[in-house]
């Protein structure tokens, strides 16, 4: 059954999760009633898992709402469904490297890595560096004597520096060639994008991407470059991204696939 209803709220976006009655049964979703929508849309979200948007004018009210929803999703549910199951195959890839602890592992470059956390009192501030070790690469977090945060804390910061020298190194090597330069470039974590570019000619990434390996991060790093020269996504824009990185579709299909592991990689800390 659908949620109760209730009145709307004077916003321009409220959402709610609701059982949506599909031909291959019912799957719960979230359904966004939007001021600001055009169009109907469905997307696929680690946080979320379904998000179905729904333009206010084609919606009076959350009844309104579930009803469009259901029938928008029923003639894309095997679209969808296949994209929930890959979701909970990464789930089980997450699930495998085991909670962020000592001894635990993480993805740096593509590669998995054992954690190693050592006490070091003598040191005024925690140290993290990338080390091979015996049974493989490892990344060692020596711990201050006065640290107090979880690993997730500890290793982010380090991540995002890795992910700025590795995102400038592709850009320095990569903006030449296509005879662009960007105005800005920020490092963030945004949850729907692994890069962005504005009509600014401002670029943006995710940290998370040196957590994959380094093709995709070049092919992303490629892609907002590309846009300095063609802002959409038209085949003359494809040409100039093929023209960098001819295997551009294996590596955005890799993040498609990954993504969720990518998302979670430091939410699982003990």
Known sequence: MGVTLGPVMATATTEWRANLRLPGGRLECTVRR???ARNLRLTVDPRHVAIVTV????ARNRGEAER????????????LRRHLD????QREELAAL???????FIKFRGETHRLRVVA??????????????????????RLGGSERRGLDAILEPWLREKARAAIHREIERHATALDVTPAAITIRDARTRWGSCSRARRLSFSWRLVLA????????VVHELAHLRVFGHGPGFWAIVASRRP??????RWLRDHAMELHGALASAE
């Open 98 to 104: 085991g909670p962020l602890r000592d001894g635990g």
């Open 34 to 36: 939007s001021t600001r």
């Open 120 to 141: 070091a009192a003598e040191r005024r501030r925690t140290i993290v560096s990338r080390e091979g070790g015996d049974a493989g690469d490892e990344l060692v977090v």
């Open 213 to 220: 390996p380094p093709e995709a991060l070049e092919t992303v």
């Open 68 to 79: 469009v929803a259901e029938s928008f999703v029923a003639e894309r549910e095997a679209w």
């Open 247 to 252: 295997d551009h579709r294996r590596w955005r």
């Open 55 to 58: 333009p206010a004018r084609a």
């Open 86 to 89: 890959r979701q909970a195959r």
